[in-house]
């Protein structure tokens, strides 16, 4: 099943704008990551949030996590055309050993 | 290899044919886990391994699904008497357990078709 929603479904900004994707999820987690995927291809993880941070950098990403609210964000700044991808966040929960659970996805397009 | 890799990238079958998909995972990685994605969804846990174990196969839609892993190295996952609504891409990643937060690694995946 689905951890939860992503929002938006679809974002379209100019290169060079930042992207804002957010994520929510259901049940208490160990860690929340962020993964991409780009068309007919597997996942690569981005970054990873363990559930006793609030935020965390990574290059020009930057995640944050509201545990109250069991949601995150992922920001892109200074987007690129080669960020445009689909983007999903994973967590594994407290009781669901390791296993992965997905959002259903943020498909990004990132125009010239 | 440098990366999970998948066979066959694509495959093509009858309804009520039976398919095999392969992974091979990173060398050294003893946790081994199988997802699958519909078109415009995020990818769904199948069933996890831990060595040759099944540590979890608690995502098996029902028992025409089937994952082996005998050496603990290279998994089949097999599909019997397979259904138009099998079709999807099916994803494996590998880990290293006790690694950083659970990064997995995943491969290409194999994009199945039942006509």
């Known amino acids: 099943s689905q951890q939860g929603e992503e929002d938006p479904q679809a974002l379209s900004i100019q290169e060079g704008e930042n992207a804002t994707m957010n994520c929510s999820y259901k049940?208490?987690?160990?860690?929340l990551q962020w993964y991409r995927q780009n068309s007919g291809r597997g996942l690569v993880h981005l970054i990873l949030?363990?559930?006793?941070?609030r935020e965390k950098h990574s290059g020009r990403l930057r995640v944050t996590l509201d545990t109250s609210k069991k949601s995150s964000s992922l920001l892109i700044t200074a987007s690129r055309a080669a960020d445009t991808a689909s983007y999903f966040c994973?967590?594994?929960?407290?009781?669901?050993?390791?296993?992965?659970?997905f959002g259903q996805g943020t498909r990004l397009t990132i125009n010239p | 290899g440098a990366g999970v890799s998948q066979t066959p990238s694509n495959k093509v079958t009858e309804k009520g044919k039976y398919v095999e998909l392969r992974c091979d995972p990173i060398?050294?990685?003893?946790?081994l886990y199988w997802y699958r994605q519909s078109l415009g969804q995020g990818p769904e846990f199948l069933i996890y391994?831990?060595?040759?174990?099944?540590?979890?196969d608690s995502g098996l839609p029902n028992d025409r699904f089937f994952a082996v892993r005998p050496e603990g190295s290279v998994s089949t996952l097999k599909i019997q008497r397979t259904e138009r609504g099998d079709s999807a891409v099916y994803l494996c990643?590998?880990?290293?357990?006790?690694?950083?937060?659970?990064?997995?690694?995943f491969g290409a995946g194999t994009r199945l078709s039942v006509l």
């Open positions: 990643a590998s880990s290293l357990v006790g690694g950083l937060g659970n990064i997995q690694y």
């Open positions: 049940t208490s987690i160990n860690n």
């Open positions: 949030i363990r559930s006793n941070e």
């Open positions: 994973a967590t594994d929960e407290i009781q669901g050993a390791q296993k992965l659970v």
């Open positions: 060398s050294g990685h003893t946790a």
């Open positions: 391994f831990q060595g040759t174990g099944a540590a979890d």
